[in-house]
C-alpha cells in the first residue's frame, strides 16, 4: 500500500503570485500561470534550494544557519481568506496583501492538512506541505496601506487560516484554473503529542 494516499478532495487554483522583493514589501505580484522548479517559482524571494533559519527554527539552529528551504510557496485557501476578511469587517482580502504564491479552493481545514501532504496539479507538478504558516504582523503593514485602520487585525483574524508553507517536490506548470489533488501520508498521528508538549 502506498504510504501517500489520494483524496477525493480536489481544490481549484484561484490565484497564482509571486513576492519579488521582501525587503521592501510583502506584496505579490499576480500571475496567470507559473513554472515550478526545484527552487520554487522563479524571481520569488522566498526561493532557492536552502535559506538562512530564522525565528521559525530558532530552537534548532542559530539564526542565520544555512539550512534546506521549505518554505519555497505560501498557499492559502480561498474560503480561509473570506473568513478572516469577514473576522476583520472587510468584503475581501487580497492574496497579494498577504504574500501569496498560490491559493487555492476546495479543501476544507486547509490550514491543518497534515505536514508532508502533497498537492498535485495535472501537469505533474506535485508540492510538498511544509506546515501551517503561523501569522505575523508583516501582512497587516501591506492591509494598512490599502485599508487604513485595518492592518493590526490581520494577526488575530488569521490565527488557524495562514494557510501552509510548502516547497516542490516535483518541476511543472501551474496556472489559474487548474486542479489540485490532496495527497495525505497514511500514518496515523503520533500517540505522544500530548507528553511532547508538557
Given at each position: 500500500m502506498p504510504a501517500l494516499l489520494p483524496t477525493r478532495f480536489v481544490g481549484e487554483v484561484v490565484?497564482?503570485?509571486?513576492?519579488?522583493?521582501?525587503?521592501?514589501t510583502l506584496r505579490a505580484e499576480a500571475l496567470q500561470s507559473a513554472q515550478l522548479t526545484f527552487s520554487g517559482i522563479e524571481g520569488e524571494c522566498h526561493g532557492g534550494m536552502t535559506r538562512a533559519s530564522c525565528v521559525r527554527t530558532k530552537a534548532?539552529?542559530?539564526?542565520?544557519?544555512?539550512?534546506?528551504?521549505?518554505?519555497?510557496?505560501?498557499v492559502l485557501s480561498s474560503e480561509e481568506l473570506a473568513q478572516i476578511a469577514s473576522e476583520m469587517g472587510l468584503s475581501e482580502?487580497?492574496?497579494?496583501?498577504?504574500?501569496a504564491s498560490m491559493v487555492i479552493k476546495g479543501i476544507p481545514d486547509f490550514t491543518h492538512v497534515p505536514p508532508s501532504s502533497r498537492l498535485q496539479m495535472p501537469s505533474g507538478a506535485s508540492v510538498t506541505v511544509d506546515m501551517e504558516?503561523?501569522?505575523?504582523?508583516?501582512?497587516?503593514?501591506?492591509i494598512e496601506e490599502d485599508r487604513p485602520g485595518f492592518g493590526q487585525a490581520f494577526k488575530p483574524a488569521a490565527q488557524n487560516?495562514?494557510?501552509v508553507t510548502a516547497?516542490?517536490?516535483?518541476?511543472?506548470?501551474?496556472a489559474v484554473g487548474d486542479s489540485v489533488t490532496l495527497h495525505v501520508?497514511?500514518?496515523?498521528?503520533?500517540?505522544?503529542?500530548?507528553?511532547a508538549r508538557s
Open positions: 490565484w497564482l503570485g509571486r513576492v519579488s522583493q521582501s525587503e521592501i534548532q539552529y542559530p539564526k542565520g544557519t544555512e539550512i534546506r528551504n521549505v518554505r519555497q510557496l505560501s482580502i487580497d492574496p497579494a496583501w498577504v504574500g504558516n503561523r501569522p505575523c504582523v508583516l501582512p497587516g503593514r501591506v487560516r495562514r494557510g516547497w516542490v517536490e516535483r518541476g511543472g506548470a501551474v501520508p497514511d500514518q496515523p498521528a503520533w500517540a505522544h503529542i500530548d507528553k
